[in-house]
């Protein structure tokens, strides 16, 4: 009872002092200890969310209607799986319960060794649906335009085949379409299994505020240039004339970039809603978050760095700033950080304790405030209110994906790490063009 | 007007003897009782119904055979062939019954049948007011039910039931009547009354002599025929058959007493036949001749005796000589039964009776065979 009270008693005494000595600084000191979480990402954040917020209170959510026009043009849902025979029979139910009335649904096995072509069979030989089977696995780029060869639709919607999809998301998708100058449309991605652990809740915290919101935001701006593959929309000519889908890691933004390239717009359908099931290991979540981090590097500042150059026929302002908003989030804020954090150690070695407490307050401020935005105006997160629990611990989740993705960035500037990643079978990394 | 129960036996047997597969097949009729009739039944005054009755009776006499056509259900009450069978609601019986899906909503519990939660496109619930919108996150669609429309009984499994078009009678399935329809083949027995005439058999049918023309019975020759056919195949002897029809008008013209005519013919071309040969009335102007150990080269050999014996009757007679045009045929591998045996004499007769060339001309036979 003692060692408690006597615990207790210094946590205070800490917690006071911590105050006392952020109260004490002046506002050039404040601005000096703070100014990584003053003129980083917090105000953009910030104003991002504010904006979607806005959006959301003056420019009511389109709602799905009560009933659809006679005319719907066929969309054609392509989902390509390797070794998913768990998860392919709800992959199949949840496009079968979608509300728009116009579906072909194509089934690719890229040479799975579980039994999936079988289950896929099995589907076919009971719903509607087409199914092709390659002998060996050919990797997801070459299943996807498998897909699309197939497709009859004039709209193709892509999606991973461990996610599940609302009932309204492929409408939601396609309506963006009636803007001719929109040659894509990415979905919503949230995480399905964000029970299963902390992890998981934190990566469903993450898609919310980047993913969801982020993307809103870049979207109304346009500046958008990614469709993630777990769920986009495509018109099929256009995606046909940009040559389908090129192999390797990223293949699902390189494509979103090749189509901005012929100036076309890219939406954002925030009531498309995907399930996607996230990474439930530490080591899952790092493979996963090496391989997209990789790509900014491998797709945006090598394959697609003419995006730069005035002089590109295509040449956009938007692509530009879009390609520049990416590097200074993804590449220039972490080592900002890290710029921050060793800044802070040497020169604050007294007060280092008090500067990182008070920076996770703050920081937990304007995450409760951001999540709250996020759960307001994508309302079908509600049930992720509990999520609210782990937002203290979510600056460590931050900053563990800001080292990673360091080391991503290192690993392709260096090494070319993304042209050995197994994401590709063996034989086409072998053939893969090298940027 | 009824026809006597006789009259409408020889009509039917006379009509399926007029078939060239001997066989009366029912076709499909929607306005007969059971759904089927037989062709030139009308013509015969008899309706379906009683045509169907007869037939089962003369196959139970022996004078056809039945063979299977077709096998349904038909109403218990009146056997009429026109039955809905439809599913109804186990509650009520109503068949006001649609199948769909069950749905259960996660959040509240509620679980009601799919057009319960159908708002437009989307699903509301009905109990708590929120969207369903994702399978599996916020509902589960755990089996198919079935919705009575007329009481809203919920039913994982409908009855079903039958209504008749007949009758209007509604009754359970199991009740339906399981039936089969059969066509039915005219035999030996029912050939031989075609040609005497009469169902009754007083030469007897199943006799061994024709006391009238002092020849085999029909049905002894029918016998006859499938053993020596049998023992042909299995001893490798040549067996063949002449059909003879004699026109007796024309032997006799103008006389009264066509059957004394005739009998005055069949007598003179049964002196012909071997001893070892069954001849027997096939109909009432035709004779049938079984040419035992007698090859295709023998035939004409026996046709020339009994052209002989023929001429020696009309002869005597002082009438005009006749031609005679059998309807003969020599058993080989075309014929797997002793039934197509006798069918291809019959073919080949019908053939030359009506002018059509033969099928086949024998071959040419160099050596005259010993055939006594």
Known sequence: ?435 | MMLPTSERYLGLLKLAARNPQQLLSPVPDPSALNGFSFPGISELGISTRDAFDDLEQLAELGYVDRQFAERGYFCWQCGHHALLFREVCPSCTSSNVEVGDLLHHFRCGHTAPETEFQDGVRYTCRKCGHQLRHIGVDYERPASSYLCGSCNYVSTEPDTACLCLGCGQRFEAERAELRTIYAYRINARGTLAVTRGELGDARGAGGLVDTEFGLYTFTYFDERLTQEVAASKRYKRPLSMMLVAFDPAEFAPGSQDIAQAMRHLVTGAKESLRDCDCAAMFREDCLAALLTDTDANGVPFALKRMQTAIDKTTDAAGAARLVLQPGAVTLDESHPTARAFFDDARATLHRLQSGEPAAEEPAPSPPPPAAE
């Open chain 1, 1 to 435: 009872m003692d060692t408690l009270t006597l615990f207790f008693n210094f946590t205070l005494d800490y917690l006071e002092s911590a105050v006392d000595w952020a109260l004490g600084l002046n506002f050039y000191q404040f601005i000096r200890v703070f100014w990584a979480f003053l003129f980083l990402e917090t105000p953009r954040y910030l104003f991002a969310n504010l904006f979607v917020l806005y959006l959301w209170l003056w420019d009511r959510p389109v709602i799905e209607p009560h009933k659809f026009p006679v005319e719907t043009p066929l969309v054609t849902v392509v989902v390509p799986a390797l070794n998913e025979a768990d998860t392919i029979h709800e992959v199949v139910r949840s496009l079968r319960e979608q509300t728009y009335p116009n579906i072909e649904i194509i089934l690719i096995d890229d040479g799975s060794t579980d039994g999936t072509g079988e289950k896929m069979s099995l589907l076919a030989a009971h719903y509607d649906l087409r199914v092709h089977r390659m002998a060996r696995r050919q990797g997801k780029s070459a299943a996807i335009n498998v897909g699309l060869s197939m497709a009859r639709g004039e709209f193709v919607v892509l999606m991973d085949s461990d996610s599940t999809l609302e009932r309204s998301t492929v409408w939601h998708l396609v309506r963006h379409f009636e803007d001719p100058k929109i040659g894509a449309v990415s979905g919503n991605l949230t995480v399905r299994n964000h029970n299963h652990s902390v992890l998981t809740r934190l990566q469903a915290i993450e898609y919310l505020l980047s993913l969801s919101m982020d993307r809103r935001f870049k979207a109304e701006l346009g500046i958008l240039s990614i469709v993630p593959g777990a769920i986009g929309a495509y018109r099929r000519e256009l995606l046909s004339n940009v040559g389908g889908l090129e192999p390797g890691p990223g293949c699902d933004s390189d494509a979103t970039i090749r189509i901005r390239k012929l100036g076309r717009q890219i939406a954002f359908a925030q009531d498309a809603i995907c399930r996607t099931t996230s990474p439930t290991s530490v080591f899952k979540l790092m493979k996963q978050r090496l391989r997209w981090d990789r790509n900014l590097v491998r797709n945006r500042a090598r394959k697609h760095k003419d995006i730069f150059y005035p002089s590109f026929a295509n040449f956009r302002l938007s692509s530009m700033i879009s390609f520049a908003d990416a590097f200074f989030f993804l590449a220039l804020l972490p080592a900002l950080w890290l710029i921050y954090t060793v800044d802070m150690f040497f020169n604050y070695p007294g007060d280092y304790d008090f500067i990182l407490l008070t920076m996770l307050v703050l920081h937990y401020i304007s995450m409760t405030f951001r999540t709250l935005t996020g759960l307001i105006v994508c309302q079908f997160e509600y049930r992720l209110v509990p999520l609210l629990l782990v937002l203290p611990i979510y600056p460590f989740y931050r900053l563990f994906l800001k080292l990673i993705r360091l080391t991503a960035l290192g690993q392709e500037v260096f090494f070319r790490k993304s042209y050995q990643d197994p994401f590709a079978p063996a034989q086409v990394r072998a053939q893969m063009e090298i940027y």
